[in-house]
């Protein structure tokens, strides 16, 4: 049995956060998988976990849990995805890893230069193009072609924070209008991707994954 940890704090009244559960509820039968909170012991016993997905919904009720659980992914080579909030701490949490003091305008309103900053324009509910940058990760698993992802967010990668990342071989895999930076991946990883839009999105209403989730699987599915 392969075990995932969806990693966050379920509150459905969000919509999203239904389609999480539609997700869930899709996954094959061999796949062990369900909502854990950040501030349950759960959250930080992940070594027989085979992959972690970082979700929606932030601020964490213990974001030092989901900061582990990048580090974690990071240090074992565990298979990760992040999205929405999961996206914005990956990038967060890189940025410290470099050595930066980066801060997430939703927690510190009134710190200099986040690394996580408002966006102009707020994504509530909100479609927007996204457009995957040929020859990544995200390209060979959603396509070159530009898509319509779904979001739930006011924040984003702020332009010198997506500076910093670059100049450390991290590579921005997806862009959007008003939302900037979709998407972040790390080559070097068995599989690490971030994604400021919400693939789970659709589940309840097609009855399918969507390829980044699909991906997400099969990837924690080989043996180490």
Same mark, same amino acid.
């Given at each position: ?116 900053? =408002? ?70 990883? =068995?599989?690490?991707?971030? $994604? ?22 099969? $990837? ?5």
């Amino acid at each position: 049995m392969t075990r995932l940890v969806a990693l966050g704090d379920r509150d459905p009244q969000y919509l999203t956060h239904r389609e999480i559960d539609a997700a869930l509820a899709l996954f094959p039968a061999d796949v062990e998988a369900g909502w854990v909170a950040t501030d349950s012991t759960g959250a930080r016993e992940l070594d027989d976990v085979a992959a972690v997905w970082l979700l929606p919904g932030t601020p964490y009720r213990d974001e030092g849990a989901a900061f582990a659980a990048i580090e974690h992914c990071l240090a074992t080579g565990t298979p990760f995805l992040g999205t929405c909030g999961g996206f914005q701490y990956a990038c967060l949490h890189l940025v410290r890893r470099f050595g930066a003091d980066a801060r997430h305008a939703e927690t510190h309103p009134d710190g200099a230069e986040p690394a996580i900053a =408002p966006l102009a324009c707020s994504l509530y509910g909100e479609r927007r193009t996204v457009t995957p940058v040929p020859g990544t990760r995200l390209a060979a698993i959603c396509g070159d072609a530009p898509f319509e992802g779904f979001h739930w967010c006011g924040y984003g990668l702020a332009d010198r924070a997506a500076e910093l990342l670059q100049a450390n071989c991290v590579v921005i895999s997806a862009t959007a209008p008003d939302a900037g930076v979709e998407a972040i991946e790390l080559p070097e990883q =068995p599989f690490f991707l971030a $994604t400021a839009f919400q693939p789970q999105v659709g589940s309840s209403t097609t009855g399918r994954l969507h390829p980044l989730i699909e991906a997400l699987l099969d $990837t924690a599915r080989v043996p180490a």
